[in-house]
T-cell receptor, first 112, second 114 residues
């Protein structure tokens, strides 16, 4: 199974601050996703990204969230002004085909 | 909308016992079905998948059969090991949405004692 890398592994931030989470692309992977898991709850889909644009997003993915992959570099998730309820584990997933997604180890975000 | 229901955990077994973790789904299309495993402190790893009715996915001694008539994808293993202790997630992706997202169940924690 391909090994997906995410940075940082942990992030602590103050409410209202911006955070950027990163996911390193594997060379033949074209499809990228972000999911989150609030402690003790389900893994929830946030957004999917292909060919430099968002292909689908959930209701959670509001104007405070954005994704990009500038020039084929890291796939990033930005949260502009964090809220307490954004505290969660954020998983990047990616794949060479849409049908199978490989997950990274996650970034644990704590908003104080 | 699409949804996945898993049995409540934790499931507690002794080593070498038989494992079943139930998973049922609701989808209006023809989903692909997956089992992911999350070991303590790690991310989600794809364990197995099945893309159409009657397909059997298998990996590392685990298997699951896509049953369209009962909308189920139960995970089984004949003889569990302590190292199988983890949280297991059943998930689907719907072909109608172009496989854009995975819908997960709540996860079932498996604890295996020596």
């Amino acid at each position: 199974e391909p090994e997906v890398t995410q940075t940082p592994s942990h992030q602590v931030t103050q409410m209202g601050q911006e955070v950027i989470l990163r996911c390193v692309p594997i060379s033949n992977h074209l499809y990228f996703y972000w999911y989150r898991q609030i402690l003790g709850q389900k893994v929830e889909f946030l957004v999917s990204f292909y060919n430099n644009e968002i292909s689908e997003k959930s209701e959670i993915f509001d104007d405070q969230f954005s994704v990009e992959r500038p020039d084929g570099s890291n796939f990033t998730l930005k949260i502009r002004s964090t809220k307490l309820e954004d505290s969660a584990m954020y998983f990047c997933a990616q794949g060479a085909a849409r049908e199978t997604q490989y997950f990274g180890p996650g970034t644990r975000l704590l908003v104080l | 909308g699409d949804s996945v229901t898993q049995m409540e955990g934790p499931v507690t077994l002794s080593e070498e016992a038989f494992l079943t973790i139930n998973c049922t789904y609701t989808a209006t299309g023809y989903p692909s079905l997956f089992w992911y495993v999350q070991y303590p402190g790690e991310g989600l790893q794809l364990l197995l998948k099945a893309t159409k009715a009657d397909d059997k996915g298998s990996n590392k001694g685990f298997e699951a059969t896509y049953r369209k008539e009962t909308t189920s994808f139960h995970l089984e293993k004949g003889s569990v090991q302590v190292s199988d202790s983890a949280v297991y997630f059943c998930a689907l992706s719907d072909k109608r949405t172009g496989f854009q997202k995975l819908v997960f169940g709540t996860g079932t924690r498996l604890l295996v004692s020596p």
